[in-house]
């Protein structure tokens, strides 16, 4: 079935590390890829995405990469701030009229000065 | 830019009450969801509707129903509120061809 598997949290890195999320997913078809971040308190907000085989997607200094080969949309940042302490959700969605979204379970991100 | 708006942002009830969530968005987006959010469970469809006056049932729809009146709103309603519905609820909306919105979320305690 359609699932989403991601790193297990929660992460805990020193200021100015680089990070890796890992994020696989298993779905038919060509999906939307999506890494969504949740701050504290706060609701879902979309951070990148990328929509086929290759793309990259950016914002805010995060990168990842659409790889169909290997099914996985791995999130990076090669230097992080303590501003980026969050929850981190990948997700993908197959486009159509009525189609659900699919998260992973999230990983909590916390960031030391 | 795409406003998706829950009307509370915290909210306490006692067990048994009915209890109304309710969510707008204002980007005539067809496809709505309800979500509830615990820690360690990720983030579980409740229901999501695609249409005004449809709606399916996600994956934890027991104790739980909805309402689509119109396009604009999705209300998510707990018919006799239990401690175990204690949670954040995440409301989401989006067109055919895009990401999803998400509201700030509300979060529910039950007493």
């Known amino acids: 079935g359609n699932s989403v598997t991601q790193m297990e949290g929660p992460v805990t890195l020193s200021e100015e590390a680089f990070l890796t999320i890992n994020c696989t997913y298993t779905?038919?078809?060509?999906?939307?890829l999506f890494w969504y971040v949740q701050y504290p308190g706060e609701g879902l907000q979309l951070l990148l995405k990328?929509?086929?085989?290759?793309d990259k997607g950016s914002n805010k200094g995060f990168e990842a990469t659409y790889r169909k080969e290997t099914t996985s949309f791995h999130l990076e940042k090669g230097s992080v701030q303590v501003s980026d302490s969050a929850v981190y959700f990948c997700?993908?969605?197959?486009?159509?009229?009525?189609?659900?979204?699919?998260f992973g379970s999230g990983t909590r991100l916390s960031i030391r000065p | 830019d795409v406003k998706v708006t829950q009307s509370s942002r915290y909210l306490v009830k006692r067990t048994g009450e009915k209890v109304f969530l309710e969510c707008v968005q204002d980007?005539?987006?067809?496809?709505m969801f309800w979500y509830r959010q615990d820690p360690g469970l990720g983030l579980r469809l409740i229901y999501f509707?695609?249409?005004?006056?449809?709606?399916e049932k996600g994956d934890i729809p027991e104790g739980y129903s909805v309402s689509r009146e119109k396009k604009e709103r999705f209300s998510l309603i707990l018919e006799s509120a239990s401690t175990n519905q204690t949670s954040m609820y995440l409301c989401?909306?989006?067109?055919?061809?895009?990401?999803?919105?998400f509201g700030q979320g509300t979060r529910l305690t039950v007493v």
């Open positions: 989401a909306s989006r067109a055919r061809d895009t990401e999803a919105f």
């Open positions: 779905a038919t078809g060509y999906p939307s």
């Open positions: 990328a929509t086929k085989a290759d």
């Open positions: 997700a993908f969605l197959r486009y159509s009229s009525a189609s659900k979204i699919i």
């Open positions: 980007m005539d987006h067809e496809n």
């Open positions: 509707s695609y249409d005004v006056k449809m709606k």
